[in-house]
């Protein structure tokens, strides 16, 4: 196995991730990049992409509760997240 390093992966922050990878594997994705015309983080990063476009996403059912009861305390107001908040928090 040879050890591998990626950097900037095209997000805005840096990022640099060290991967194991098989030697066979690791030498036929630089034969492409050869073929291509690319580099290896390019080879690398087209095969993620595609390897995640072909994934499903599972999506669980969440089950809410839901309780019947009176009407809002005075003076809380849902359209004001801060207020809710300081509530929430004992202010």
Known sequence: MLALTISNLGWDDF??????????????????????????????????????????LEHKAVSLTTFSGQVLKTGINLDNSQSLNDIMDGY
């Open 15 to 56: 990022m640099r991730t060290t991967i194991d990878i098989d030697d066979q594997l690791l030498l036929y994705a630089k034969h492409q990049a050869v073929e291509q015309g690319c580099t290896i983080k390019q080879i690398l990063e087209d095969a993620l992409r595609d390897f995640f476009s072909h994934q499903t």
